[in-house]
């Protein structure tokens, strides 16, 4: 190869990557964002369900599938 194809190639190689990299990078933001909705909506379940004062906490942990220490500690914000 000569040097300017060489140089070419290089730099065509590296922008096929970066665009890969990109891709995968949203890809991973995007899924990132669902967990932490996902997340966001087990607590706003949980802060419900503790403000109805109906359930118990294993209840409420059984049904948003949060620890129960995490439901003491929502429960300690809400005071």
């Known amino acids: ?9 290089k730099s065509s190689l590296e922008r ?13 933001g995007i899924e990132q964002g669902k967990a932490q909705g996902i997340e966001e909506e087990k607590r706003e379940t ?3 369900m503790l403000q109805m004062n109906t ?6 942990a059984t ?7 995490k439901l003491q500690e ?3 914000s809400m005071k």
């Open 46 to 48: 949980a802060r419900t």
């Open 16 to 28: 096929k990557g970066m665009k890969r990299g990109l891709v995968l990078g949203r890809e991973q």
């Open 63 to 69: 049904i948003t599938r949060l620890p129960i220490e």
């Open 55 to 60: 359930f118990s906490l294993q209840e409420i």
């Open 1 to 9: 190869m000569d040097g300017a194809f060489s140089s070419a190639y």
């Open 74 to 76: 929502i429960q300690r």
